[in-house]
């Protein structure tokens, strides 16, 4: 199936209902998707014999020991044998096929059933298999030549996997913004079909929306997320056309906890967290009811967050308490949009190089890779991204104790 925008759905037909894969996994098999979440390939390990294990169960096959660790797999392996599905009782699978799955057999000695990749050979081969989250947001086993992931738009089962911007549709919710420009950038030039650029209080910085409005494929929308009527108005014009909502709208300050006044956090909890409440309210009908139009309907919503969602930094404590409660109503938002398909992807910098952060030392993520990144997770299809060395940082020892992460904070 080509990546290019299929033609207009022919209003007098019916809308076709979304369906989704099933959706029902273990609590062990839910570590699986887990990792998928992050791109990463994960599988049960036993630490008393080192046996690998699959399908995720609580005691190894080899010796009975209930001591498994997940361990990150490189996926290489052999494709061993293969058939074509031509009928499914599912009702996903069935608008889906023929469907080609095979059995594989990995080198760390874990036998698999695995969707294939249409760009591998034919069995007995050597493939990669990986990880990726399937429709209904699920961990979904794929199994890909040895260098890895190919095109995953030219079937429509693997396209569901990714939510590659290539003829896409795309709304930026603040495109004035260095974070929003290089955003439209990106998307521009990964193929999408058309880019919104969201614009508030335009009398600012004219010089950057006229440069934003040049741009081959970018429309300038007036949007402001603090205002319910901008943003009624904008999903009434174009709510219906959104495949990618982006929102990276944010009012950031640096203001520690106890300092007198709460205009800076009423404001930063206004557009950061507020404003995600009611671009849900308005835009969340319009992309669950596209889900199913077509090869290229709605298929995800990112949220660009903050690294210390997941434990505040004192010294910016009200910005990063609007960015918590942002992190917590995105996790909302993917519940509700999990039964009909729509990714929702969050997205942790850590300080980004903006004129907000011009007195944070080094190292800052450049707006740039901040996109870059998106791009690259739409493409993967993932769930959840941190980009950059601090973000990566502070998600490393948070995992490893989210006490003493806290502590560390506190002397910063």
């Avoid at 033609?7 to 037909?13: D, G, H, Q």
């Avoid at 603040?174 to 030039?189: M, Y």
């Avoid at 709605?298 to 910005?319: D, E, H, K, M, R």
């Amino acid at each position: 199936m080509s990546p290019s925008r299929s033609p207009p759905k022919n209003p007098v037909l019916k809308t076709r209902e979304p369906t989704v894969p099933p959706g029902l996994r273990s609590r062990a098999a839910l570590r699986l998707t887990a990792a998928a979440c992050e791109g990463r390939l994960e599988l049960q390990r036993c630490r008393a014999c080192s046996a690998f294990q699959y399908p995720p169960r609580e005691a190894c096959t080899q010796c009975l020991s209930t001591r498994l660790e997940w361990t990150e797999c490189d996926g290489v392996g052999e494709l061993i044998s293969e058939t074509i599905l031509h009928h499914s009782n599912e009702p996903y699978f069935r608008e889906r096929v023929p469907l080609r799955v095979g059995l594989v057999r990995l080198d760390v000695g874990v036998t698999i059933v695995a969707h294939v990749d249409g760009a591998c050979a034919p069995a007995p081969a050597r493939i990669r298999l990986a990880a990726h989250l399937d429709k209904s947001g699920q961990a979904a086993l794929v199994a890909h030549p040895p260098e890895g992931p190919t095109d995953m738009t030219t079937s429509q089962t693997h396209r569901d996997m990714t939510c590659d911007p290539r003829g896409r549709k795309i709304l930026v919710t603040d495109g004035k913004s260095e974070t929003g420009e290089a955003l439209v950038k990106a998307f521009i030039a990964a193929g999408a079909d058309k880019v919104w650029a969201g614009v508030a209080e335009p009398w600012k910085d004219a010089t950057a929306i006229d440069k934003l409005a040049q741009l081959e494929g970018v429309t300038t929308v007036p949007l402001d997320v603090t205002d319910a009527r901008s943003v009624e108005a904008l999903s009434g014009l174009i709510g219906g056309k959104v495949d990618i909502l982006v929102n990276n709208a944010e009012f950031h300050r640096h203001k520690p906890v106890g300092a007198r006044g709460v205009e800076t956090a009423r404001a930063e909890m206004d557009v950061n967290y507020l404003g995600l409440l009611r671009l849900i309210e308005s835009f969340g009908p319009a992309l669950k009811f596209r889900a199913a139009d077509g090869p290229n309907g709605a298929c995800a919503w990112v949220n660009i967050l903050s690294v210390y969602a997941l434990s505040a930094l004192p010294s910016q404590a009200t910005f990063t308490a609007s960015k918590a409660a942002a992190f917590a109503a995105s996790q909302a938002l993917r519940a509700d949009m999990m039964g009909v398909g729509i990714r929702v992807m969050n997205v942790f910098p850590g300080p980004i190089d903006d004129a907000w952060n011009q007195t944070v030392p080094p190292p800052k993520l450049a707006p740039s890779a901040l996109a870059a990144a998106v791009v690259a997770s739409l493409k993967a299809g993932v769930e959840d991204v941190y980009p950059g060395d601090v973000a990566q940082d502070i998600l490393a020892r948070w995992r490893e104790s989210a006490k003493v992460l806290e502590r560390e904070l506190a002397d910063q």
